[in-house]
């Protein structure tokens, strides 16, 4: 078994050192191990909330208390985790030119703390937040600051304080789909890290880059949606392999 994980990895590695463009594409797995849980795992936010009455437009507009209930216990969250040797090695392959960028479906931020300077948010994310009547801007500090007796938080002006995000019934801003259509239009290799390929449109992103004739490396643990577009796949934890991944694309044999 070590063999063949042995082999996966040196093929791995040499794709992404001959490719001429590499994307990540990211999802909750990934930050895992920084002490976030997948929302929808066992544990995970949506198993106490139910995300259309904390974190959609609708519920930003009737139910404003219940959303910054929600969002004191993400935000919290977010501000007590720290980048894991996967974002680490991501960021490290960014810096010495094996990759040129990373797409995330992650709020958390954890990608640019480790380093990576090319990111695109894909579902926005939480250290941006704005008025949803005047538009002002506010920073995710603030937000650490509050507590329950500050929420919901509000805006001199009257108007809801909210973070950058995409809640449930909103669309992927335009700023992040022109981004990322760039990017995997340019790309001839993704890594698909920690996502189990179930939130449309961003689980389409390494079909678009198959389909483009890219190869396709995955780095999951357990079955997802991807099995029809991965050429090479590892199901163990990204936090174990990316390290090693990374020393092979930067020193070859």
């Known amino acids: 078994m070590k063999r063949k994980q042995d082999d996966l990895l040196f093929a791995a590695a040499d794709i992404l050192r001959n490719a001429k463009s590499v994307v990540a594409f990211t999802g909750a797995g990934i930050s895992v191990p920084s002490?976030?849980?997948?929302?929808?795992?066992?544990?995970?936010?949506?198993?106490?909330?139910?995300?259309?009455?904390?974190?959609?437009?609708?519920?930003?507009?009737?139910?404003?208390?219940?959303?910054w209930t929600f969002l004191l216990e993400a935000v919290d969250m977010f501000g007590r985790a720290r980048p894991n040797p996967a974002h680490e090695s991501l960021a490290r392959l960014e810096s010495k030119g094996f990759l040129d960028g990373v797409i995330t479906q992650n709020i958390d931020g954890l990608h640019q703390a480790a380093g990576s300077a090319n990111v695109v948010e894909f579902h926005g994310g939480c250290e941006n937040f704005y008025c949803m009547r005047c538009r002002r801007e506010y920073d995710a500090q603030e937000a650490r600051s509050l507590g329950k007796d500050d929420?919901?938080?509000?805006?001199?002006?009257g108007g809801v304080i909210r973070p950058d995000i995409v809640f449930f019934g909103e669309g992927i801003p335009g700023p992040a789909t022109r981004r990322s259509d760039e990017m995997?239009?340019?790309a001839d290799a993704v890594i698909i890290v920690g996502t189990s390929g179930e939130v449309t449109p961003a689980c389409l992103i390494p079909g678009r880059i198959k389909s483009g004739g890219g190869k396709v490396i995955e780095i999951n643990i357990g079955p997802t949606g991807f099995g029809g577009v991965t050429d090479i796949r590892f199901d163990a934890p990204a936090e174990q392999v990316l390290p090693v991944l990374a020393d092979l694309v930067e020193s070859p044999a």
């Open 184 to 186: 995997v239009r340019r």
């Open 151 to 157: 929420i919901p938080w509000m805006c001199e002006c």
């Open 35 to 67: 002490g976030i849980p997948d929302f929808r795992s066992p544990g995970g936010l949506w198993s106490k909330y139910d995300p259309w009455e904390v974190a959609s437009l609708q519920a930003l507009r009737v139910n404003a208390t219940g959303v």
